[in-house]
């Protein structure tokens, strides 16, 4: 049994307690249930953003513990003073050390988009999204068959959240191009071996379709990298442990937005 295999078995029970413990109807009560999301495909094209999705992440099952003392608040108020487009906010426990009141935390102190970083397999994980303030939610095509993915896309839809439908080769991509997703990430980490290219990306690029919002995924740690992704039409850039690994996830971020924005100054002037 592979990582993910262990954690989508580890979600299936988790989701059928949740569903005991928190019922639709408790759900359907909390204060973020009758508000408008916010659109993080709009956010992730904004000019006078960075397009970056600056992720809120404790540990990792590859990494262990990459920040155990950083707060939500401040960590998440500081991307977004740097210039970030959304936040990803990581809500399973068991794997990442995330939780739900993280990503209802964030919500409390930033208007921007945010999206619920878990492994979605149940439509009660979409409502349950929506009660904690989510925008957007994330479907991966690795633990999903296509037809699943069409059916959560359309239910998330029907809350108005958005769906980032994360692939990580040509074949994944290729089965799930008519799912409906708004964005589509590429994910540059190898799920069997853990390794990282961005030249992942690169060559997906060229399959997707020009409608959908392109986001690279995983291994982006220089200024660099987003400017060379830029070429390849990526809009979003997801980025967790590059910030997460200082003690001050938000000073690193601002640092790394200050520096992609003077080299694309640079390069206009060029």
């Known amino acids: 049994m592979n990582i993910l295999d262990q954690i989508i078995e580890h979600k299936k029970k988790e989701v059928e307690d949740r569903k005991s413990l928190y019922p639709v109807k408790l759900l359907e009560k909390s204060i973020f249930f009758a508000t408008q999301p916010v659109s993080m495909k709009k956010y992730i094209t904004r ?26 608040e401040r960590t998440s108020i500081g991307y977004m003073q740097a210039g970030a487009s959304a936040l990803s ?15 209802t935390t964030a919500r409390k102190y930033n208007f921007c988009p945010i999206i619920r970083k878990d492994f979605t397999i149940d439509e009660y994980q979409i409502i349950e999204a929506k009660s904690i303030g989510a ?19 359309a239910f998330a839809h029907s809350f108005g959240l958005e769906v980032l439908l994360e692939v990580h080769d040509e074949d994944e991509l290729k089965k ?47 200024p660099e990298t987003i400017l060379e992704l830029k070429k390849y ?32 100054t640079v390069k206009q002037h060029a």
């Open 135 to 153: 925008d957007a939610i994330l479907l991966i095509a690795a633990v999903l068959d296509p037809e699943r993915s069409k059916i959560l896309t």
């Open 47 to 72: 000019e006078d953003k960075t397009g970056i999705i600056a992720e809120f992440k404790r540990k990792s099952p590859s990494k262990g513990i990459i920040n155990a003392h950083a707060g939500v």
């Open 176 to 222: 799930n191009l008519d799912v409906g997703a708004d964005m589509i990430g590429v994910n540059n980490r190898n799920l069997k071996t853990f390794e990282v290219s961005i030249d992942v990306s690169k060559r997906l690029s060229a399959l997707m379709p020009e409608h959908v919002v392109k986001v690279s995924e995983s291994g982006i740690s220089s």
């Open 89 to 103: 906010i990581l809500t399973d426990k068991q794997f990442f050390g995330g939780a739900n009141e993280d990503l």
């Open 233 to 264: 039409g990526y809009r979003g850039f997801l980025m967790g442990e590059n910030f997460m690994k200082h003690s001050r996830p938000d000073e690193a971020a601002m640092e790394f937005m200050t520096e992609l924005r003077k080299q694309e």
